[in-house]
Nanobody
Framework: FQLQASGGGLVQSGGSLKLSCATSTLKPDSYAIAWFRRVPGKEREGVSCFSTAGSSTHYEDSVKGRFTISRDNAKNTVDLQMNDPKPEDTGVYYC????????????????????WGQGTLVTVSS
């Protein structure tokens, strides 16, 4: 199972940026596919998660209302639309996945995710 993240770059505060996570074709199981980030001085944290079991979505509090996660079944991607990014959103963003239901999305514990893509750097300028 492979994941490949793309779309990072430099964006101005208040602008927009879209990250994409290309996934292998999913077997008919439930998956939690999440975006994590590591920002300077902090531990890696879950940002947003998409559960294929019911297509539910979850967000870390600081990005609610600004970021939107979605799955494009035709392209086999899970995208993270970042609107109104702030300098504190600067960091390396990773996509990760695990087999399982919505439970894994609710808490977004990185050690519970089996598969990881490489990171993509997002820099938000003020």
């Amino acid at each position: 199972f492979q994941l490949q993240a793309s779309g990072g770059g430099l964006v101005q505060s208040g602008g927009s940026l879209k990250l994409s996570c290309a996934t292998s074709t999913l077997k008919p199981d439930s998956y939690a596919i999440a975006w994590f980030r590591r920002v300077p001085g902090k531990e890696r944290e879950g940002v947003s998660c998409f559960s294929t079991a019911g297509s539910s979505t979850h967000y870390e509090d600081s990005v609610k209302g600004r970021f939107t996660i979605s799955r494009d079944n035709a392209k086999n991607t899970v995208d993270l639309q970042m609107n109104d990014p702030k300098p504190e959103d600067t960091g390396v963003y990773y996509c990760a996945a695990t087999r399982g239901g919505d439970w894994y999305c609710r808490f977004m514990r990185d050690y519970e995710y089996e598969y990881w893509g490489q990171g993509t750097l997002v820099t938000v300028s003020s």
